[in-house]
C-alpha cells in the first residue's frame, strides 16, 4: 500500500530514479562510453608505440655497444692493421651523433656514454666530458646519472680542471645512496682540493667520507691517513 501511496504522489525510490535517469539518457550515456574506450584504447596505444620505440631504441644501441667493443683495440691505437678500422670508428661516432639528437632517456644516456669512452680512448677529453655530461642530463632520473658524472670529472681532471671535476663529483654523490662509488668520489674531492692547496677543504671532504662511509675498506682508510698528514704542523 506504501509503495502505490508514494507512486499517486509522483515519489520514486533512488533505484526507480536511476533507472529512469539511465533508460532517458541512455544515448548519450553510450556515446560517452564510447568515448571513454576510444581514450584508453589511445592512451594504452601511445604506450604500446612508446615501449616499442624504446625497445628498438635499446636494441640499436646494444648494436653500438657490440661495434664498439670490435672497434675498441684500434681506436687511437697506431698500429698498421688499425688505419683500416678508422673509417669504421668515424661511422660509428657519426651514428651515436645521430641517435642522440633524435633519442631521449635511458638508450640516449647509453649511446652518450659510448661516445664518452670513443672520445676517452682517443684522449680527447674535452669531448669526452661533454658526452659524459650528456649522458647523466639524458638518464637524470636513473642509476646512470652517477655513473656519468663520474667519468665526466676524470676528463674533466685529465685537462686540468680541477674545479670542474670537484663540481661533477659533488654532483655526483647526491646520488649517494644508489652508487657505489660515491666514497670514491668523495675523497677524489678531497684530493683536488689538496692539489689546490685547500686544506681546510680537503680536511672538511676527507672527514665527511668518514662520517657517511665509516666502514669502506679503502677510501675511508686513505682519508684517514690523509687527515693525519694533513695534520702534522
Known amino acids: ?12 525510490s533512488f533505484t526507480e530514479k536511476l533507472s529512469e535517469f539511465l533508460q532517458k539518457n541512455r544515448k548519450g550515456l ?31 644501441v646494444e648494436e653500438f655497444s657490440r661495434r664498439y667493443e670490435a672497434l675498441r ?45 670513443i672520445y676517452g680512448d682517443l684522449k680527447n677529453w674535452a669531448d669526452s666530458e661533454k658526452a659524459w655530461s650528456s649522458a647523466a642530463k639524458a638518464a637524470a632520473k636513473t642509476y646512470y646519472a652517477p655513473i656519468s658524472l663520474f667519468n665526466a670529472a676524470a676528463a674533466a681532471e685529465e685537462q686540468g680542471n680541477n674545479a670542474g671535476a670537484i663540481d661533477l663529483y659533488t654532483r655526483a654523490l647526491d646520488f ?8 670514491r668520489a668523495q675523497f677524489s674531492i678531497g ?39 694533513l695534520s702534522i704542523p
Open 30 to 60: 553510450i556515446v560517452c562510453l564510447a568515448a571513454s574506450i576510444v581514450i584508453l584504447a589511445g592512451i594504452l596505444a601511445g604506450f604500446t608505440i612508446k615501449d616499442k620505440l624504446e625497445s628498438g631504441a635499446l636494441s640499436k
Open 191 to 229: 684530493r683536488l682540493q689538496e692539489a689546490q692547496g685547500n686544506k681546510a677543504a680537503a680536511l672538511e671532504a676527507y672527514r665527511t667520507l668518514l662520517s657517511k662511509w665509516p666502514n669502506d675498506q679503502v677510501w675511508s682508510n686513505l682519508a684517514h691517513s690523509r687527515i693525519v698528514t
Open 1 to 12: 500500500m506504501a509503495h502505490e501511496k508514494n507512486a499517486k504522489h509522483g515519489d520514486l
Open 176 to 183: 649517494a645512496s644508489v652508487f657505489p662509488s660515491a666514497p
Open 73 to 117: 683495440v684500434f681506436i687511437g691505437s697506431e698500429e698498421a692493421d688499425a688505419a683500416s678500422k678508422q673509417a669504421d670508428i668515424a661511422a660509428l661516432q657519426e651514428e651515436l651523433n645521430a641517435f642522440t639528437a633524435k633519442n631521449r632517456g635511458y638508450p640516449a644516456a647509453r649511446a652518450w656514454a659510448i661516445a664518452g669512452n
